[in-house]
């Protein structure tokens, strides 16, 4: 099946600090990527639909301005999470379609472990 | 809305017992994708199928079996034969055509020796 990864798989950063994720397809194009943040023991929850070439759509309660959402090309979408606190800390996991419609077959990175000290 | 239901939190068995993680979906739409995942404790998912909504035909892959059962909303997955390795945490997901993906709140399996 088509890959996804994320980069880096874990970081650890202070208090007020912003950190970028990335998302790549490596070997299929994606218009639509999506973000989800999973706390410990607990399910994964959509953050945001990454659209390539245009604007992020956001869950209710997330928020579009500390969660930063950049999907310049049709491979790389990037999440940066801004001013760092130790309630971001979480694991982040991206996901990419390889088609459209009923063909969308969505593929899971890796996963990103944040902790924020 | 979509909702994904595991009402299973925790499941303990011993080895070689055979168990099944159950899941009920909810969703209006008529194409849809249902989904097993495991997420062993390095946090790492692992695909383990992917049902589309028109097709209801039972699948076994080695000692993992799902059943669909689209009258009842559900898509239960079964182990035979569990192992120690089947240790892990277990999501149900159900995907929309657009690719968006609603979880279950995942069943924990722990297979004792």
């Known amino acids: 099946g088509a890959v996804v990864s994320q980069h880096p798989s874990w970081v650890i950063c202070k208090s007020g600090t912003s950190v970028k994720i990335e998302c790549r397809s490596l070997?299929?194009?994606?218009?639509?990527m999506f973000w989800y943040r999973q706390f410990p023991k607990q399910s994964l929850m959509l953050m945001a639909t990454s659209n390539e070439g245009s604007k992020a759509t956001y869950e209710q309660g997330v928020e579009k301005d500390k969660f930063l959402i950049n999907h310049a090309s049709l491979t790389l979408s990037t999440l940066t999470v801004t001013s760092a606190h130790p309630e971001d800390s979480s694991f982040y996991i991206c996901?990419?379609?390889?088609?459209?419609?009923?063909?969308?077959?969505?593929?899971f990175g890796p996963g990103t472990r944040l902790t924020v000290l | 809305a979509q909702k994904v239901t595991q009402a299973q939190t925790e499941i303990s068995v011993v080895e070689k017992e055979d168990v099944t993680l159950d899941c009920v979906y909810e969703t209006r739409d008529t194409t849809y994708y249902l989904f097993w995942y495991k997420q062993p404790p390095s946090g790492e998912l692992v695909f383990l199928i992917r049902r589309n909504s028109f097709d209801e035909q039972n699948e076994i892959s080695g000692r993992y079996s799902w059943n669909f059962q689209k009258s009842t909303s559900s898509f239960n997955f079964t182990i035979t034969a569990s192992q120690v390795v089947d240790s892990a945490v277990y999501f149900c997901a159900l995907s929309e055509a657009e690719g968006k993906s609603t979880f279950g709140d995942g069943t924990t399996l722990t297979v004792k020796p």
């Open positions: 996901s990419a379609g390889s088609g459209q419609g009923a063909q969308n077959e969505q593929f």
């Open positions: 070997d299929f194009q994606a218009t639509t």
